[in-house]
């Protein structure tokens, strides 16, 4: 189904494939009326207008061509193909950071070894955000004619890089930090999709300590050999944090690291409860969890309103789910919120 559309999970599948411009342009091409529904919400979202927010997006421009020349060229292939302006199909990679505003929570883990049943290696999240952003999200499928590998990444319709995995059971998926003071650096997005172009954990760590961010955020991350990590990731560096057991990471809303943790005043009050809650669903199933498993926990509600499985709490809900299987190559994703959408599993 290269260069078409379909709807899967109820979101559209856009596949592209070639050259980093091709890839852009078909992108553009295919989900032209979703591009505009993103500007449009990104500009309600802010309260900014339009003109105002692309000046301040094409401020990263020279970040994202140090960061990857290949990644700019995809973003003119999409304005041509978008029939945008380069101005907006910039303002697409740089949603947040352009109108300096974070508003999600979410709930990540990664499970290897010990923890899980026949030692897969397992990673995910629910994705809280505001409901809208179900309406122009997409998973996009990219197969580059260079050498960087194949990937699928739940995304919204423009934007280049979100979470995902790629051939390598590479799989990388987000939460949100607070307390941290917004600083002129890259946006996370275009690093997130450079990071779904390594083949393992070490490759990713490079890719972070190289590019400063302008904003605070957590990246959970697993391999197909059995690695997991997770980076705490700020403006002034980057902070890797180690759980008390190496198979079993969980992070939500609030900073874990030695590095970070004095930064932190409980922004998200529910945070730590979702994380105390993952654990406790960990540790009740060590040693037999799989993707059924995990897939069970998503859907938890204690806690409600802002449990696991959010329901509306802060203006923020579960819009989607994901759980990647490294070892087997398969990225489950779900619309909806954890106790009543529907899961499809996509190889990669």
Same mark, same amino acid.
């Given at each position: 189904?290269?260069?078409?559309?379909?709807?899967?999970?109820?979101?559209?599948?856009?596949?592209?494939?070639?050259?980093?411009?091709?890839?852009?342009?078909? +992108?553009?091409?295919?989900?032209?009326?979703?591009?505009?529904?993103?500007?449009?919400?990104?500009?309600?979202?802010?309260?900014?207008?339009?003109?105002?927010?692309?000046?301040?997006?094409?401020?990263?421009?020279?970040?994202?061509?140090?960061?990857?020349?290949?990644?700019?060229?995809?973003?003119?292939?999409?304005?041509?193909?978008? *029939?945008?302006?380069?101005?907006?199909?910039?303002?697409?990679?740089?949603?947040?950071?352009?109108?300096?505003?974070?508003?999600?929570?979410?709930?990540?883990?990664?499970?290897?070894?010990?923890?899980?049943?026949?030692?897969?290696?397992?990673?995910?999240?629910?994705?809280?955000?505001?409901?809208?952003?179900? *309406?122009?999200?997409?998973?996009?499928?990219?197969?580059?004619?260079?050498?960087?590998?194949?990937?699928?990444?739940?995304?919204?319709?423009?934007?280049?890089?979100?979470?995902?995995?790629?051939?390598?059971?590479?799989?990388?998926?987000?939460?949100?930090?607070?307390?941290?003071?917004?600083?002129?650096?890259?946006?996370?997005?275009?690093?997130?999709?450079?990071?779904?172009?390594?083949? *393992?954990?070490?490759?990713?760590?490079?890719?972070?300590?190289?590019?400063?961010?302008?904003?605070?955020?957590?990246?959970?991350?697993?391999a197909g050999e059995g690695e997991i990590a997770d980076f705490e990731i700020r403006p002034e560096g980057v902070a890797r944090y180690r759980s008390d057991d190496p198979d079993?990471?969980? +992070?939500?809303?609030?900073?874990?690291?030695?590095?970070?943790?004095?930064?932190?005043?409980?922004?998200?009050?529910?945070?730590?409860?979702?994380? *105390?809650?993952?654990?406790?669903?960990?540790?009740?199933?060590?040693?037999?969890?799989?993707?059924?498993?995990?897939?069970?926990?998503?859907?938890?509600?204690?806690?409600?309103?802002?449990?696991?499985?959010? +329901?509306?709490?802060?203006?923020?809900?579960?819009?989607?789910?994901?759980?990647?299987d490294a070892t087997n190559r398969v990225l489950h994703v779900r619309k909806g919120h954890g106790c009543t959408g529907t899961w499809t599993a996509y190889e990669v």
């Open positions: 189904m290269t260069g078409a559309q379909g709807l899967y999970a109820g979101f559209p599948l856009v596949e592209v494939s070639g050259s980093s411009y091709e890839m852009g342009f078909q +992108h553009g091409s295919i989900a032209a009326g979703l591009i505009q529904k993103y500007l449009i919400w990104i500009e309600r979202m802010t309260g900014k207008t339009r003109d105002e927010l692309c000046r301040s997006a094409m401020r990263f421009q020279p970040l994202m061509e140090k960061l990857s020349p290949r990644f700019v060229e995809e973003i003119q292939g999409l304005a041509e193909g978008a *029939d945008i302006t380069l101005e907006e199909a910039f303002l697409c990679q740089a949603r947040g950071e352009a109108a300096q505003v974070s508003d999600e929570a979410c709930t990540g883990f990664a499970l290897t070894g010990r923890a899980t049943k026949e030692g897969v290696t397992l990673a995910g999240q629910n994705q809280d955000l505001a409901p809208e952003f179900g *309406d122009f999200a997409i998973l996009l499928r990219v197969a580059p004619s260079d050498e960087r590998p194949r990937a699928l990444m739940f995304t919204f319709a423009g934007q280049l890089g979100y979470s995902g995995m790629n051939e390598h059971g590479v799989a990388h998926f987000a939460n949100a930090l607070y307390d941290c003071p917004w600083r002129m650096g890259l946006p996370h997005y275009p690093i997130k999709r450079v990071c779904l172009e390594q083949r *393992d954990v070490d490759g990713i760590a490079s890719v972070l300590e190289a590019h400063a961010t302008c904003s605070a955020g957590n990246m959970v991350i697993c079993a990471i969980v +992070h939500a809303n609030h900073y874990e690291t030695e590095d970070f943790k004095a930064l932190e005043t409980n922004s998200l009050v529910d945070s730590c409860p979702r994380a *105390d809650r993952m654990r406790e669903l960990v540790g009740e199933a060590y040693g037999s969890i799989d993707v059924e498993t995990m897939k069970s926990f998503l859907s938890d509600h204690e806690g409600d309103p802002a449990g696991i499985c959010r +329901h509306g709490a802060v203006d923020m809900v579960s819009i989607s789910g994901y759980i990647a």
